[in-house]
């Protein structure tokens, strides 16, 4: 009917979304008020009335119109604020990995540099002296992850002169007491999981065991997590994207979920492929 049809264009004359899907929802509309026109036609009512008496059950045109615009565009506004908060926290956590990362990597730098001074405090010395212990704690103290440093008179392992049965150097340090031994506390909260590693270097004279902590349990739960909330959130996004297009399907899911972008960007390939067809 001719006036049903310039009703239904009139109501989505100026809405925006899916063609598609408003093609769709236009002919659910226009199937609604056939029907209903149909019904009234059965109760005696003329034609031109049961159209007018089925327009007005559905709403002002007015008010139909407005509640389609804000219902398409709450629907795009939450897809994006989905897309949008799967990046933010893929770059948020990326970010914090990425600093956790470059400060390990400055400890690493750092802790070499100690061993350095500390083997040529010790260079070819006997002993160690009062005044080479103030240096060798001085080194230490200026960093904030060495925790335990521990020196080892080595000389006479190899040729297996030191007391016990010793085929290299680090099983005599992992039994022996240690001609030296300093201690300091370090920031190391529980929360952030942190752990202890060693760290040796030495020459035929001493050998330096130091102990560092480092946070790289909590670096890997970042990571984790971040790569996890992102890789949800955009294969959400990335379904909903499907179902407003008409194209969601149980094999579309399973690809977003385990190839996430790449999937979406094979999704996209196809469905543009198609267009073109």
């Known amino acids: 009917m001719k006036q049903v049809d310039l009703f239904v264009n009139s109501v989505y004359q100026n809405t925006k979304g899916n063609k598609k899907e408003i093609l769709e929802m236009k002919a659910e509309m226009r199937t609604h008020l056939l029907e209903a026109v149909h019904d009234l036609k059965q109760e005696g009512i003329t034609e031109e009335e049961a159209v007018k008496i089925a327009i007005s059950r559905f709403g002002e045109e007015k008010e139909i119109r407005t509640i389609l615009g804000e219902m398409f565009k709450a629907q795009q506004v939450f897809a994006k604020w989905i897309l949008y908060l799967s990046l933010a926290f893929l770059v948020l956590f990326l970010s914090v990995f990425g600093w956790l990362w470059q400060n390990a990597e400055e400890q690493s730098s750092q802790i070499s540099n100690v061993a350095t001074e500390i083997a040529t405090v010790l260079e070819n010395k006997t002993t160690i002296t009062p005044e080479m212990i103030m240096a060798i704690e001085n ?29 290299n150097v680090f099983e005599y340090v992992e039994e022996a007491t240690p001609d030296y031994k300093f201690n300091q506390a370090v920031w190391s909260p529980e929360w952030l999981k942190p752990a202890f590693y060693p760290y040796g270097n030495g020459d035929d004279q001493w050998f330096v065991s130091m102990e560092q902590r480092v946070f ?62």
Do not use: C
């Not at 080892?152 to 007391?163: C, I, N, T």
């Open 216 to 277: 790289s349990k909590v670096m890997t739960i970042i990571l984790f997590v971040g790569v996890t909330i992102y890789w949800t959130l955009f294969t959400i996004w990335a379904t909903i994207n499907a179902y407003h297009q008409k194209r969601l399907n149980i094999a579309w899911i399973i690809i977003f979920a385990l190839s996430n972008i790449f999937g979406f960007l094979v999704y996209y390939l196809v469905g543009k492929r198609k267009v073109m067809a």
């Open 139 to 167: 080194s230490i103290i200026k960093t904030d992850f060495i925790t335990t440093v521990k020196i080892f008179d080595v000389r006479g392992v190899k040729e297996g002169e030191k007391p016990g049965d010793y085929s």
